[in-house]
């Protein structure tokens, strides 16, 4: 059996083979990535390395060939769904017997500016008749880094979210919970919601609070002030309302998710935040 991982010279990526490397042997690991350079350390381990671009079709039908599993790592560019067609249509011709997909909380209803890319994708999925997998993972702990490092700093952690809870988990655990569909069995057609345990910005405060041994101030302010200051920190306008729609979404529960399916699938609790929010601090 070949468990195929693209995007695997991302953050998630290694992540996942790394995990899987822990799990199923080397030999049954592929990787698809754009730059094989990028990934020579994964070679050395034994690991099958192929080129691979989401918007080159006929180099996606060649790097899965042989594959009997394939997990889809969202891509990140504009087009993305149409990318997305691209690997499902060539795990449809080179006969891939099962596609994991890192999709989003909540995709078939969220409000997340994002989701329309995932809800076209998990469809698009499931038409192809190719037993799946929906990872639809909740937020990474890491996307406030910026926000908690300036919080340790003396600066207020400034959100627009209200009172809304959100499933932060660290992104190791998404990873480990995606190695874990890949290299197991009894996931066909499974649609997991993978989340930690949801949380307020004033429970992540304290949490900050108590790793930076100093207090953290949050603030809540409302989507046009939140846009207004990623402005003052340098972001171009279209960029500083695409991520404070973020916080809206939030605010209306898109990221809101009680759900066991990722320690479930992880077979462990969840890393507590204060441990993640310690290394982001570290770093
Ligand atoms: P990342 O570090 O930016 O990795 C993205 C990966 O996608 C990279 O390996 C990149 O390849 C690959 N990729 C992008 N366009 C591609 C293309 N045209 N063909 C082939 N590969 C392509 O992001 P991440 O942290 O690993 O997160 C994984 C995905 O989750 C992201 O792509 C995004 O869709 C989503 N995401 C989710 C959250 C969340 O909080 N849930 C946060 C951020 C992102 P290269 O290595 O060659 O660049």
């Known amino acids: 059996m070949t468990i195929l991982v693209t995007g695997a010279t991302g953050q998630l990526g290694a992540l996942v083979v790394e995990r899987l490397l822990e799990l199923v042997p080397a030999e049954k690991v592929a990787v698809s ?30 790097a899965f060939a042989g594959a009997d599993r394939l997990l889809l790592i969202s ?27 890192t999709s989003v909380a909540k995709a078939s209803e969220s409000s997340l500016s994002l989701a329309e890319d995932h809800r076209n994708t998990e469809a698009y999925i499931k038409e192809s ?24 700093q003396g600066y207020p952690l400034v959100h627009a979210a209200g009172s809304a809870k959100i499933g932060w988990a660290a992104r190791r655990d998404y990873a480990h919970a995606a190695a874990a569909v890949l290299a197991g069995e009894g996931h066909d057609n499974a649609v997991y919601e993978l989340s930690g345990k949801p949380i307020s910005y004033d429970e992540l405060g304290a949490i900050v609070t108590g790793a930076a041994g100093k207090d953290v101030q949050v603030q809540g302010v409302d989507t046009d002030a939140y846009a207004e ?55």
Do not use: C
């Not at 990140?76 to 997305?84: I, K, L, N, V």
């Not at 067609?85 to 060539?90: P, Q, R, S, T, Y």
């Not at 008749?129 to 340790?152: F, M, S, T, V």
């Not at 898109?254 to 759900?259: E, N, Q």
């Open 75 to 101: 891509g990140t560019d504009a087009d993305r769904f149409s990318q997305h067609k691209n690997v499902i249509d060539a795990a449809k011709k080179a006969g891939v017997g099962f596609i994991a997909y």
């Open 229 to 283: 200051m990623l402005r003052g920190l340098g972001l171009p306008e279209g960029a500083a309302a695409f991520v404070a729609g973020f916080q809206t979404a939030m605010r209306e529960g898109a990221l809101t998710v009680d759900s066991p399916d990722l320690e479930k699938l992880l077979g462990r609790p969840q890393q507590p935040l204060a441990e993640v929010v310690a290394a982001i601090l570290a770093n």
């Open 129 to 152: 008749g190719i037993p799946y997998a929906l990872l639809r993972n909740n937020w990474y702990l890491e996307n406030d880094a910026d926000g908690i490092k300036a919080a340790a």
């Open 33 to 62: 990535v754009r730059n094989p350079e990028k990934a020579e350390h994964l070679k050395a381990k034994g690991v099958d390395v192929r080129q691979g671009d989401f918007g080159q079709p006929e180099s996606l039908e060649t």
